[in-house]
């Protein structure tokens, strides 16, 4: 009896795995012929198939066969500007994310190898295609040259991943290559592996890159559109800094797209923008990638180079946008070079644990990675879903299973803070926390218990603007370069001058502070001491506010002020100010509530504080509204 319980029990979970693998193939996808789909959790990639005549898209003599993607959904919303009929890209059928060698556009920019040193009718290599034949004119892309010879594409399909072998059976006027590439896709991200040999007898130099043709929701390119880099970039000059809005009689004088810090941001609905140019630092180290970001439909998409790039171009049109990473490569007879590209999407909502891509971690993700334990990529019962644990090793193991387990139970809601002052208490000093343990002491306040009113969530605690203020005892917050957020209700007194503190923590020296404040404007500001980032909206105006900041790096070994996120009452806000400077906060300053550590004289809050929370991690803008809106399940009683 207790068997067939059993055995019931099973089939129901696989019955809800099958349920659930229906569900996700019931998804939009593919939607263009000649293609194969890629899955992964709650990405779905849909992959031109090089050998299926019916595949019409980026097709020609520019781009290549090799890893053609041409959609990506991630829980249902889509990325990539990827047409159904053809496009609006000349000549068209032109979308997704093809890959070019040697576009040759730029004075700067090298020629296919062979083309510069041949002649009228002489061969030429276009890497990824073919051995093409040139003409008298200087080699220009959109030409359509004589074929010389097509290179053979060979594909080998599993469901998570495609392998792409290319290769040629003659050499142009001695250059030759060979090209490999895997495309593997892992619930939230493509990996892309390249190897590109020189398989001629003459070195040749070769830059590749691919068209990011994105366009977030169908989102037409304009304002809340954002390219971020983790660099001080420096840009060709069709681009203007940006600075805080003044008042203008006419908006007509509004550039499309500027430059802020280390971000490109476009300010109007885009019709036309030359292409730009970026450029990182000559000393520039660190990992090479840029996010791009959609703030009303909160999607970002984090792209990356191993290979460092020469420069990034920035194509944009009023239906994509589409940023560059170009690689110059350099390869010997025989020598050859491995590289990845990788591109990290993203959701609200969305959790990378989550197996199934059904929104919530439960007993379904167990299931399932009970049925994949100890699989390997191309096993019968491998499942890509399921190789969550950092970094995804094609293998399913405890790492995985721990990485589920730190997961367990989310779902649409927000996660726990790791310190929660609710701020309920009717009399005394000291605020409990009720995530933790990091009671907080009151200084300075009144005897009679009177601070302690009227809240925006049950009880609140009132400051005198004065010397009140609250320090959590030895809680030193989230410190370095960790993601975080911070989230508060305030209301400012009556006859209160800003600036006023209102949670602080870390040193004050630059990028070592953690404040959140309320600027001289009354608007709601971080600062991280030399560095600022300051929201639009008026928070210091006597009206209860709920105010948010997220830290959420694109590259999360080297965060700046350009990473935070500000929200009040739980909407996004969009910058007014901003002085880029990278963040690794100090483990010194006790966290603080309603005064700054070092401006000792006009830091004081005057006003009523409440519900306090830190989160050890990036919430979304869902989250962040169903903490406005008291409906996630940390809300204080
Ligand atoms: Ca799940
Ligand atoms: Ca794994
Ligand atoms: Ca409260």
Known sequence: MVKTTFRFAIAVLLLLIVSRTGLVLAQDLPVHAGTRVLRSGGLVVEVGDPNSPECRWNRGLRFSPVANVLRVQLNGQEFLYSPVDGGVVSPGYVGGLPMEFDIGQEEFQPDPPGYVEGTSGSSFLKIGVGILRRNSSAYNFMTNYDVIELADTAATWHSDRVHFAQTLSGTANGYSYALEEDVIVKNDRIIMNYVLTNTGSKTFTTEQYIHNFLTFSGKPVGPDYIIGFPYNLTSSPEIEPWSPPVRRLSIASTPQVVRLANMIIYKTRVTSVPKIWVYKPEDYAGRDLFGVEQTDTAQRLVIESSLPAEYVGIWTTDYQVSPEQFLIITLAPGEHIEFTRTYVFQVDDFIRQ???????????????????????????????????????????????????????RRNGTPPAPVAYWPLDETGGSSAVDSANDHVATLHNFPTDD???????????????????YVEANDYHGVTGKSPRTVVMWIRTATGTQPPMALLAWGQASPGSYWQLAVDSNRRLKLDCDAGTIVAGKAVGDTQWHHVAAVLDPIDRENPHVSDVRLYVDGMRQPVDQLIEC????????????????????????????????????????????????????????
């Open 450 to 468: 009177s601070q302690w009113v009227a809240g925006a969530a049950s009880g609140g605690l009132q400051f005198d603007g004065v010397d009140d």
């Open 354 to 408: 989550d197996c199934t891509g059904d929104g919530t971690v439960d007993a379904c993700d167990v299931s399932a990675m009970s049925v994949a334990w100890l699989s390997k990529a191309g096993d019968t019962k491998w499942d890509p879903g399921c190789d969550i644990g950092e970094p995804a090793d094609d293998e399913i193991d405890l790492v995985d299973l721990a990485a589920l387990a730190s997961c367990w």
């Open 582 to 637: 990278e963040i690794d906060t100090a483990e010194t300053g006790a966290l603080r509530m309603g005064r700054a550590h070092y401006s000792e004289t006009d830091s004081h809050f005057g006003g009523t504080i409440d519900d306090v929370r830190v989160y050890n991690r990036p919430l979304s803008g869902t989250d962040i509204q169903h903490i406005y809106a008291g409906t996630d399940p940390w809300q204080g009683p």
